[in-house]
């Protein structure tokens, strides 16, 4: 595990302080008052549904890798879906655990980096591509039902985030922009005026280079694979329709008999997940679901114990189970390396 490093001190201690003023400012006791009333038996549908959501993740990307043609699949793609999670909800832009999930799938199955990246990078962009559009839809919700300067400047934020996504994503799909990012990245190199620098440049480029062309080759056979992609793509729209049910229920299970469209929840999930891709920890979900929710309801209170309480009942939770995941594989990993000097693969 890495050293925490004053940047990560520093996001820390934003999430803290946004969730402390958030609870400061609808009153930390009636907050706890909604918590400690809250309907326990929707309360456990709502865990269950989290297990659930969690267990059909691991799912879609065990049946990416199976469409990019990654060999060696099973069991322990759970665990490291579950590690990789943890360090993700604790890390800004979610993606602080996905080195570790390439690097664990490799040791512990012999896939190669490059088509792990492609996996994650297939999974990352659907998820992306359905929050973006969650979202826009929810904007177009609150626009007609409710109006106003706030939902037309958040709808905007919204849009422009598409739009810089949806172009980052095309991208890296595209082979030749691709490779033209890689060329204009030798021609840098090889304007490197000191030579042994410029020779570790050049081999970096063509790493690159191979790794990127295995990249784009992984991703190509997964859309040629149609009946994996429309089976990976029906599981992402369970699991982000999963959040959003999470979040209704949530709200039912609150005291004072409050409720939102669910629409209403599919808009707050979206804007609590792209500013969750910014500030870790929860609290970028905290701020965006309460303040779409706040928004629908005009129940400041009930908005923000509403968010925390999804939050915790997520995020807060994977870290745990992340956790126990990385100290399975910590030791699996032992055993591996202990056996014919690391040469085996476990099943």
């Not at 879609?60 to 099973?74: D, H, M, P, Q």
């Amino acid at each position: 595990m890495k050293k925490v490093s004053w940047k990560d001190l520093l996001y820390i201690g934003l999430g803290l302080f946004l969730i402390g003023a958030l609870a400061l400012h609808a009153d930390v006791t009636d907050t706890l008052d909604n918590m400690r009333n809250i309907d326990l038996s929707l309360l456990g549908l709502i865990l269950v549904l989290y297990l659930g959501n969690t267990s059909v993740k691991a799912l879609r990307w065990s049946a990416i890798l199976r469409g990019i043609g990654a060999k060696n699949r099973g069991f322990i793609t759970f665990p490291i879906f579950l590690a990789s999670l943890a360090l993700n909800n604790s890390t800004p832009g979610k993606v602080g655990g996905e080195p570790i999930r390439a690097y664990f799938l490799r040791e512990h199955t012999g896939t190669r980096l490059s088509l792990g990246a492609a996996s994650i990078f297939a999974e990352k962009s659907l998820d992306m591509l359905t929050i973006i559009t969650a979202s826009m839809i929810g904007m177009i919700y609150l626009f007609s039902t409710l109006g106003g300067n706030s939902v037309i400047n958040m709808g905007l934020g919204v849009g422009l985030g598409g739009v810089v996504v949806t172009g980052a994503i095309l991208m890296m799909v595209n082979k030749k922009v691709m490779l033209a990012m890689i060329s204009l990245a030798g021609w840098f190199v090889s304007k490197i005026p000191f030579r042994k620098a410029r020779e570790l440049g050049d081999k970096a480029i063509k790493r690159v280079k191979g790794s990127g062309e295995r990249f784009n080759t992984a991703l190509v056979n997964l859309r040629k694979n149609r009946g994996m992609a429309a089976a990976v793509i029906l599981l992402t729209s369970a699991i982000w329709l999963n959040e959003a049910l999470r979040l209704y229920l949530v709200v039912m299970a609150l005291p004072g008999g409050y409720h939102v469209p669910f629409i209403g929840a599919v808009a707050a999930i979206g804007v609590a997940n792209i500013l969750g891709f910014i500030i870790p920890y929860g609290a970028g979900n905290v701020l965006g679901g309460t303040s779409v929710l706040e928004m629908i309801s005009g129940q400041e209170n009930l908005s923000f114990s509403a968010s925390i309480t999804a939050v915790a009942t997520s995020i807060w939770l994977s870290i745990p189970l992340g956790l126990l995941s990385l100290g399975y594989l910590k030791n699996r990993s032992s055993r591996i390396k202990g056996t014919d000097g690391g040469n085996d693969r476990l099943a």
